[in-house]
């Protein structure tokens, strides 16, 4: 039996549709056929930006091929990207065996609809301490849903609305479909009155309150906030002072901190200060609540506090009513501010009539990230965050960057803005998303989004929702998808631009860097970006500080390995200006040495590091070193990744001192299978018409001679699509060293082909694969000089793509005898 089904349906799958490869890997789930889903879902897990279901797929078929490990970290990854995924959950419900179970069960509770489900999932919360569930959906005209609960008691539901409250009192049901012997329940219908304003559900028992729900009006949208101001263009100094308004929840010291940070930046306001309004949404933290008393107490701030918690969206449209005039800022309690910040935002935003919102860079958001974007950087401390404020506030000074929309965790609202669209939408789920919505009105209405790249505040990030954002900003996103169908399209368009670049750039070459001696490592960002990566990996287990220079045509960009700066900073050598500020930029590197590992790396960053006396030590990563390297003095020595680079090097270059110096390799432990069913794994270094060329004779010939073999490529080729249409070839899409392992073990791999097109040396793919626990072939670039191990294929190096194909095919054929 080869490996997965029927080749005509190979043949016209079409491998590289996303939809297909989910169909086929579910169906072969519903046929038993295990190894053939798990095949099918991890290519579609690999060849694109994978969704949930996806991985559920595949945790399905690992899991049924006894695969738990694997299958249990498919879920994870699932559940990380959408903790809400019902399959998802549903596994780890019935899988797990630690406290991810409870996870699953909450995560079920109001979003699934089956009873057996529900009550395995009540029990488990019921096991773990809980004693009351809920789920309702919202409509115009009424709210339903149903109710658990263990306590010999009723429940009160009520809606308060704008004239009152509705309340009823729900009495159990013993035939209710999740009712048992521990657990009663029962459902509800809700009548809504029609309201321009919100309403809120609030459910509880005994006092105690178990759910509350804030509900968007369900006649027209309330209308915008008003103080009679458009456009205007008053003087600044007749201006309402900004009022910065601080949502609280959860977090005692990031809050503490966030405050104490906006309290010496109103001390220290040179022109006009602003007010602090927190708004105390019922936290459940005490410690927190005290605080924020005794600083109210004291007149430091000004404090609202909500005796229900209305969440983020509640809390903000509470405290916008109470403010008539002014600017707002809308600032998370997880973010550390910087002197000054409110001046320069306001600056940015009255710079322009036009102007609606200002956000600022930050190390956490999104396309405002600092130094990289789209990324989780570091939070720096204070000092750090206003040293980095400082810089930028020169380095960008008056700079405003044009955006699709801001982000809330720090998000300067013009007045005449606020009053032409109103407070935030009801229509979002807690948290996130409503202020893209918010600015996405606004453009609408003629206003712009800005970044002022001036000003960086630091933000922790998802401290008050923690795991549950994830499953926040999908079912937003579907709302505001939606509203605004193009705005994806155009955050994509915006990060292929990244307008943003120069003012990072700027930024990141003004601060002051590391004063530690550095490893300067010369790459390609096309070629041997892998190589130099995991170069950079030893010299940091080291303990040293590496930075590659990674070359993409004539220009030369910096990235720091431990995430510091520089990460965004270009070196061009087009004029004597640019190699002379390239020069200035390395010595502020404080360079220990250089080691090139591209092969043809650019002659004038070499001739410049010649000339700044930096010791260099060229790597044999490939079988030719360009002229800029071969023209070092010649008692420049050559280093060698492993032995057969060395004896590869000695061959090439006799007259050179070739030092040996071994790179640490994964280890990959594959079992020993035998008899039929075993498939021949190929690990190429990278996507190439001759590799292509080769499997495909490869595939035509062993289907022949040995058609109960398999091919299994571990990485990509140059059409997948076309080798897959030979029944006996399938590809997995793009992998790392540390996965291969897990990718190819399912196919029952007896032997692994890699190593077989140009030199290559040091590439974690190859040399992973070189030491793979099964028998290995590959081609020997060290003449023979380096002794195969007994059961690998060690071909010579100038045999033809004829001779080698014969070879490995003889090769298993002996083996497999």
Not at 382 to 410: K, L
Not at 802 to 816: K, N, T
């Amino acid at each position: 039996m080869t490996l997965g089904t029927a080749s005509d349906t190979q043949a016209r799958a079409g491998f590289g549709s996303h939809v297909k490869l989910e169909r086929m890997a579910a169906q072969a789930i519903r046929d038993e056929d295990f190894l053939a889903a798990f095949k099918y879902a991890d290519r579609r897990c690999r060849i694109g930006a994978s969704a949930a279901h996806c991985l559920v797929l595949r945790a399905e078929a690992n899991w049924r091929l006894k695969r738990m490990e694997a299958a249990m970290a498919d879920l994870a990854e699932a559940l990380l990207i959408d903790p809400s995924d019902l399959a998802a959950n549903r596994r780890m419900l019935a899988w797990a065996t630690d406290d991810r179970r409870q996870a699953a069960a909450a995560n079920l509770i109001g979003r699934d609809s089956n009873p057996v489900i529900l009550r395995a999932a009540i029990e488990e919360l019921r096991r773990a301490g809980d004693r009351h569930w809920t789920a309702c959906s919202v409509f115009d005209n009424h709210v339903t849903g149903w109710v658990a609960w263990t306590t010999p008691t009723t429940i009160e539901v009520s809606l308060a609305v704008e004239n009152g409250t509705l309340t009823n009192t729900l009495e159990p049901n013993s035939f209710h479909p999740l009712a048992g012997m521990e657990v009663q329940a029962t459902a509800f219908l809700v009548r809504r009155p029609p309201s321009r304003t919100p309403q809120t559900l609030i459910l509880a028992c005994d006092g105690e309150i178990v759910q509350v729900r804030r509900l968007a009006p369900n006649l027209s949208a309330p209308p915008g906030i008003r103080t009679g101001a458009r456009r205007s263009a008053a003087q600044r100094s007749e201006i309402t002072a900004p009022t910065v308004i601080v949502p609280v929840y959860r977090d005692v010291q990031a809050t503490l901190d966030c405050f104490d940070s906006l309290i010496k930046a109103r001390a220290s306001a040179e022109r006009q200060s602003f007010r602090i309004l927190a708004v105390d949404d019922a936290t459940p933290e005490p410690e927190l609540q005290r605080h924020l008393k005794e600083l109210a107490a004291a007149g430091t701030i000004d404090c609202l506090v909500n005796e229900i918690n209305l969440g983020f969206v509640g809390a903000i449209n509470r405290a916008l009513e109470t403010i008539p005039a002014g600017d707002i800022v809308l600032l998370n309690s997880d973010t550390v501010v910087p002197p000054g910040f409110v001046e320069r935002l306001a600056d940015a935003a009255h710079s322009a009539p036009d102007i609606g919102t200002v956000t600022p860079l930050s190390n956490n958001g999104d396309i405002f990230s600092f130094p990289t974007p789209n990324d989780l950087n570091p939070m720096q401390s204070y000092e750090s965050i206003v040293d980095i404020d400082r810089v930028a506030s020169i380095a960008n000074a008056g700079d405003v960057t044009d955006v699709p929309s801001g982000i809330g965790f720090c998000l300067y609202i013009k007045r005449d803005c606020l009053a032409a669209i109103g407070g935030l939408s009801d229509n979002f789920e807690r948290g996130y998303l409503e202020d893209v919505d918010l600015c996405l009105r606004a453009r609408a209405k003629g206003f712009r989004n800005v970044c002022a790249s001036s000003v960086y505040v630091g933000h922790h990030g998802s401290k008050s929702f923690r795991s549950e954002k994830r499953s926040l900003v999908l079912r937003n996103l579907d709302i505001l998808d939606q509203r605004f169908p193009d705005y994806r399209r155009e955050c994509r368009a915006f990060e292929a631009a990244d307008p943003l670049r120069p003012a990072r750039a700027r930024l990141d070459r003004t601060l002051s860097w590391s004063s530690e001696s550095s490893v300067l490592i010369l790459g390609n960002r096309r070629n041997v970006a892998a190589v130099a990566e995991e170069r950079a990996s030893h010299l940091r287990e080291r303990g040293e500080r590496a930075i590659l220079l990674l070359r993409e045509r004539n220009v030369v960009h910096l990235k720091a390995a431990d995430g510091s700066s520089p990460q965004t900073v270009q070196l061009s050598f087009d004029t004597e200006a640019a190699i002379a500020e390239a020069a200035d930029i390395m010595t502020r590197l404080h360079p220990a040495r250089v080691e090139i590992i591209e092969p043809n790396p650019l002659p004038e960053l070499v001739a410049l590091m010649r000339r700044l006396g930096l010791p260099i030590n060229p790597w044999v990563t490939s079988g030719d070193l360009g002229k800029a390297i071969i023209e070092l003095a010649d008692e420049t020595p050559f280093f060698a990744p492993g032995k057969a680079a060395r004896a590869f090097a000695k061959v090439c270059w006799p007259n050179r001192k070739i030092v040996l110096k071994d790179w640490p390799t994964l280890p990959l432990t594959l079992l020993q299978v035998r008899g039929e069913r075993q498939s021949l794994a190929i690990v190429p270094s990278a996507p190439s018409p001759a590799s292509f060329r080769l499997i495909r004779r490869l595939a035509q010939h062993l289907g022949r001679r040995e058609p109960s073999t398999s091919i299994i490529i571990a990485g990509t080729t140059t059409d997948d699509d076309r080798l897959m249409s030979h029944a006996n070839v399938f590809v997995t899409g793009a992998v790392t060293a540390g996965e291969i392992g897990d990718v190819i073990a399912p196919h029952r791999p007896g032997w692994l082909l890699t190593d077989f097109e140009e030199p290559t040396f040091g590439h974690p793919l190859i040399e992973t694969a070189r030491h793979a626990t099964i028998p290995v072939a590959y081609r020997d670039w060290s003449a023979g000089s380096v002794k195969p191990r007994k059961q690998d294929l060690a071909i010579p190096a100038d045999a033809d793509d004829r001779d080698l194909v014969d070879a490995v095919i003889e090769w298993i054929e002996r083996s497999g005898a």
